[in-house]
């Protein structure tokens, strides 16, 4: 509580870019989504380096990255995007209002990278050759709905 409200003096005074540095997302339902996606990056990098022999394949491994994927993309997001929780509307988030404007489409994503994660579920055991067919399609569903959806670096 103390070094909380040292750091809130701290930043009052602070320049422009320590306030930017010490903010961090404080909204349950955005550090949820956001978590999530992390998880979702965790698991595929480890599918994308055995796909391109940055790391030994393993098919142990492979699968339990690719069934973790598949259940990430069933976990409830209902009150992960909340209206007002994007990049116009509060700090610290990347997610385009464009979203909100489209939510079939995102619907339509959020189902195609579960079809996708569950091919790589079915594939990643196999083999190397398997895994490398299917990592683009993958690959392609969460890179699809970026570029549609959130603010670039
Ligand atoms: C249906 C749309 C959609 C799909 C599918 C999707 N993402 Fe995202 N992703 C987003 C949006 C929107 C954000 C920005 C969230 C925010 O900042 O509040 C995001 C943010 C991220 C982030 C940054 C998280 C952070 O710490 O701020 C990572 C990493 C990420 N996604 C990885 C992935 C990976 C890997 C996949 C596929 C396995 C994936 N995403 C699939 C929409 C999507």
Do not use: K
Not at 67 to 88: A, E, F, I, K, N
């Amino acid at each position: 509580m103390f070094r909380r409200i040292a750091l809130i003096a701290t930043v009052a005074v602070g320049s422009v870019v320590a306030v930017a540095q010490a903010q961090e997302q404080t909204d349950p339902n955005v550090v949820a989504r956001q978590s999530l996606m992390r998880l979702n990056a965790y698991n595929i990098g480890v599918l994308g380096s055995m796909a391109q022999g940055r790391m030994e394949y393993d098919a142990a491994r492979a699968s339990a990255a690719a069934t973790s994927l598949y259940h990430l993309s069933l976990v409830d997001q209902s009150r992960m995007w909340p209206p007002g929780s994007d990049t116009s509307s509060i700090e610290n988030t990347r997610a385009l209002p464009a979203l909100w404007d489209n939510m079939d489409d995102v619907m339509m994503r959020g189902m195609a990278l579960r079809t996708a994660a569950e091919d790589m579920m079915n594939a990643a055991g196999t083999d190397l050759a398997s895994l490398q067919g299917a990592i683009g399609a993958l690959g392609a569903s969460c890179g699809g709905c970026h570029r549609a959806y959130r603010q670039p670096d």
